[in-house]
């Protein structure tokens, strides 16, 4: 596609419930990022995916949070059990492999998830 | 391990005054890559330049500079003439060479007041 796309763009959960969060990169990208950005704050790094090394899962905050990317392209993050503190918005964010080839990564809208 | 330090976390400027944001990273890579982003009230990050530790030379874009400092591990933006389109919040971010994550700062927030 042109862009990044995200979906869903708003989610509302009750406390305790799973949720899956999904991304499409753009075409062609082989790095893929997942940052969660919590009201009025920055951006905090989850999971990376680089082709098909194994991602970069330092970020993730619990074991309750796992992301995987099928085929190379789409990805899901996915959330469970969850608590009131992962409200936040989540970017996914592609890039046209490393970044050390002169590339920028391309951020979709977000998932704005509100735990209830 | 990656750090990237925006100590403003907020700036307020009368339109057409200079602003400038501060950006200090730390990172043990000799190859390394530095960004700032836009997130307009829109909420969607935009790219707006992209500097590798190679590259001192300071950098114009209409309004935008960039200042590099290797020395003093400082990646300052500069907007001249500020106008009220300008207020959003910025992100300065950082990535080592290679396949490495991007890692952001906890952003400054610029409001331009007409």
């Known amino acids: 596609g042109a862009g990044v796309s995200q979906s869903p763009s708003n989610k509302v959960t009750e406390k305790g419930k799973d949720v899956e969060l999904r991304c499409d990169p753009i075409s062609g990208h082989t790095a893929l990022y997942w940052y969660r950005q919590s009201l009025g704050q920055g951006l905090e790094f989850l999971i990376y995916?680089?082709?098909?090394?194994?991602?970069?899962k330092s970020g993730l905050p619990s074991d309750r949070f796992s992301a995987e990317r099928t085929g190379g392209s789409v990805s899901t993050l996915t959330i469970q059990r969850t608590q009131q503190e992962d409200s936040a918005v989540y970017l996914c964010a592609s890039s046209l492999g490393s970044l050390a080839v002169n590339t920028e990564a391309f951020f979709g809208q977000g998932t704005r998830l509100t735990v209830v | 391990a990656q750090k990237v330090t925006q100590a403003q976390t907020e700036i307020s400027v009368v339109e057409k005054e200079d602003v400038t944001l501060d950006c200090v990273y730390e990172t043990r890579d000799t190859t390394y890559y530095l960004f700032w982003y836009k997130q307009p009230p829109s909420g969607e990050l935009v790219f707006l330049i992209r500097?590798?530790?190679?590259?001192?030379q300071n950098e114009i874009s209409g309004r935008y500079s960039w200042n590099f400092q290797k020395s003093t591990s400082s990646f300052n933006f500069t907007i001249t003439a500020s106008q009220v389109v300008d207020s959003a919040v910025y992100f300065c971010?950082?990535?080592?060479?290679?396949?490495?994550?991007?890692?952001f700062g906890t952003g400054t927030k610029l409001q331009v007041i007409p």
């Open positions: 995916f680089q082709g098909n090394s194994a991602p970069d």
């Open positions: 500097r590798n530790s190679f590259d001192e």
């Open positions: 971010a950082l990535s080592g060479g290679g396949y490495q994550k991007v890692t």
